[in-house]
Structure formats: structure tokens, C-alpha cells
């Protein structure tokens, strides 16, 4: 039997936020400690954010940061393999190779062409693209499980469909007689009670909507975020406790003693707003300090990235011959 595959990413599109945490990056550290003997791959998915940061500095400043608070949350280059996107070009050969089975139409289906669509907003082909080249990422590593936040799921679909595709265009055509399939069929990993973590106003937190907690956020950006914090009595069902403040709460505390808490203090959401204050501080804290430290030593981490990419480099490139063996350009 060969050994399981994790691979997930994430854009350096800005500062990671506890959204992003507890929907995905957890799940990358929980897994890499629950399966031990699985290959695990974290990415940093610099091709994909071009399309929205489109400044050399500020492309490096984020990609650093960003490959920091994969280990300041306990990402373990030993276990894990932490690389780049763009350090490996057979993610962009084979996206092109699958832009050859992909149509338009069903490009056109994604949830991220259609919400700029509705918007009236310029879209760029990287954009349009995007579901092919996240397919390529997923299916060079022979990926099963790919741990993500539910707006991802789609994303990981067209990866299924398009190995799918791939397999029957170009694959054995009994692959029981002829062997394994080129491409696995991946399965996203979605904790259901974290599967959206809402933002400040009750929406999604996300980058886009300024709604967000800094992952690795201050006292003082915890406290202004918090303070920021949309308050509503939640209405009857919710018994008159603030939703926004407790559906944020629950993430760093039980909902047994959040019961206690919020009943005790029924009302009053200055009090309700500090205790939540203080349970993201000292969840934060030692993360923040373990970032601190390896912030100062960043050539270590452009050396991590290095053996990443090496790493990731092999598995990759022999994935991408197979494919051009089997579409016939080798
Ligand atoms: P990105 O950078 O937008 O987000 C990184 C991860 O965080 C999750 N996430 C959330 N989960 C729950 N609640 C939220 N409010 C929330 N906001 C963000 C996302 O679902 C994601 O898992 N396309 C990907 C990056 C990517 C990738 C890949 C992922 C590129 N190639 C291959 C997996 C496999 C993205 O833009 O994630």
C-alpha cells in the first residue's frame, strides 16, 4: 500500500486571519500529528495570488510571512513538506496541459467568476483559470485528502472532474488490467463546525471583506477588532446573547462554560466583549511570540522553503511525465 497524500495551500494574499486558522491551518497541524506516516504537503500559493497582489515587495514581504505562520503554528519541516507554488513549474505546465480538456463553459460555472460576473468587475484570465492551476497543485502529489474551509469545496470538485477527464481522455482504458489511474480522485477535508468562520460583522470572515482577526494579532489588534465587533441581541431564538461575540467566542473556549458565562452576564456585551478579549489573547499569545522568534532568523526560512522545494520538485516532476507520456508530447 502506498502511503496517504495531504496537500493543501494558501494565497499570500494579505495577513492570515483566525478564519483561515480554524477552517484550515489547524486541520494541516492536527493532521500532520495524527498521521505521521502520511506525505504531507503545505503550500504557499504565490501563482494564484498574483492575480490580486501585483507588487514584487510586497509579493515577497507576504510569501516570508506567510511560510512564518505555517511554522509558528507548528508546521514541522521535518514532517512536513512546506514549499512554494511557483518554486515548482510543473504546477503551471500541467495547468496549461489541462486547459486543453477544460471548456469555458464550465469555467464559467465557478462561484468566483460568477460573483465578479454579477459585479460588473474586470476579470482576469489568472482568475478565470484559477480552478485548473489549484487542480494541477492538488493532482501532481497524488492527493486524497485536502483539508480546506467550505468556500474551497467547489475548487476541489473541479480538481475531481478534471482527473476524471483527464483519466478518460488519456488514461489506460481498463486501468484494472493496465494499472493504477494517472490521476487520484482527491476528497476535501471540511470540519463542519468551523466550515465558515464568521468575521466581525457575522459575514464570512474573509480578506476581502475588512471583517477579519488577525491570526497573530496584538492585544491592541485583538482589542480593536473585538470592540469592533457587530453587536445584535440575536433575537428570541437566540435567548438574547449577542451571536456575533459568541459564534467567535465558541472557537477558543467550550460551549459548556460559554453557557455559564453568557447567562451570567445576560446583556452585557462590554463584559461579554472583554472575556472574549482575553481568551483570543491567551490562545494567541504563544503562537504570536513563537512567530517573533522565528521572524528574526528569516534566511532559515527562505532555507526551508529551498528543501521544500526540492522535495516537492521530485514527487511533481514525475507526475508531470506520466502526463506527457500519456498525452504523447514525450
Ligand atoms: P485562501 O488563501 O483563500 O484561504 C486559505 C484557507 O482558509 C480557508 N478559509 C476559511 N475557512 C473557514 N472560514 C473562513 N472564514 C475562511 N476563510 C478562509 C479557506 O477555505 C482555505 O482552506 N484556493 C485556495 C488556495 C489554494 C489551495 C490549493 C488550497 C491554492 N491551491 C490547493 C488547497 C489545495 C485559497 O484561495 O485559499
Do not use: C
Request: aromatic share 8%; hydrophobic share 40%.
Amino acid at each position: 500500500m502506498s502511503k496517504k497524500t495531504l496537500l493543501s495551500g494558501v494565497k499570500p494574499t494579505g495577513t492570515a486571519h483566525i478564519g483561515n486558522y480554524f477552517g484550515a491551518m489547524k486541520q494541516f497541524v492536527d493532521l500532520q500529528n495524527t498521521h505521521r506516516d502520511a506525505n504531507k504537503f503545505f503550500m504557499i500559493a504565490d501563482y494564484h495570488g498574483l492575480n490580486f497582489i501585483q507588487n514584487a515587495e510586497e509579493m515577497r514581504r507576504l510569501t516570508l510571512n506567510l511560510a512564518l505562520d505555517y511554522l509558528a503554528i507548528g508546521i514541522d519541516p521535518k514532517q512536513s513538506i512546506i514549499f512554494k507554488q511557483s518554486d515548482v513549474s510543473a504546477h503551471t505546465e500541467l495547468a496549461w496541459i489541462f486547459d486543453t480538456i477544460v471548456t469555458m463553459p464550465y469555467l464559467m460555472r465557478a462561484h468566483a467568476f460568477k460573483d465578479a460576473e454579477a459585479k460588473d468587475k474586470e476579470i482576469n484570465v489568472g482568475t478565470f483559470n484559477y480552478p485548473v492551476l489549484m487542480a494541477a497543485d492538488i493532482l501532481l502529489y497524488g492527493t486524497e485528502v485536502v483539508p480546506v474551509g467550505q468556500d474551497q469545496k467547489q475548487h476541489i470538485e473541479y480538481a475531481r472532474d478534471i482527473a476524471l477527464k483527464f483519466n478518460h481522455i488519456f488514461g489506460p482504458k481498463n486501468p484494472q488490467e493496465y494499472g493504477d489511474l494517472i490521476f487520484k480522485l482527491p476528497e476535501p477535508l471540511i470540519m463542519e463546525n468551523v466550515a465558515t468562520v464568521p468575521g466581525i460583522d457575522g459575514r464570512k470572515m474573509s480578506k476581502s471583506y475588512g471583517n477579519t482577526i488577525p491570526l497573530f494579532a496584538s492585544r491592541e489588534e485583538i482589542t480593536k477588532a473585538v470592540m469592533g465587533i457587530v453587536t445584535d441581541s440575536g433575537g428570541p431564538e437566540a435567548g438574547g446573547i449577542p451571536m456575533n461575540v459568541y459564534n467567535i467566542h465558541k472557537l477558543v473556549k467550550s460551549e459548556e462554560k460559554l453557557k455559564e458565562l453568557y447567562a451570567m452576564q445576560k446583556g452585557k456585551y462590554k463584559a461579554l466583549k472583554e472575556a472574549l478579549i482575553e481568551d483570543l489573547d491567551a490562545f494567541i499569545k504563544p503562537m504570536r511570540e513563537r512567530r517573533a522568534e522565528l521572524a528574526k532568523n528569516p534566511k532559515k526560512v527562505l532555507k526551508i522553503l529551498e528543501t521544500g522545494a526540492k522535495q516537492a520538485n521530485k514527487v511533481a516532476a514525475a507526475k508531470l511525465e506520466e502526463a506527457k507520456k500519456a498525452v504523447g508530447v514525450l
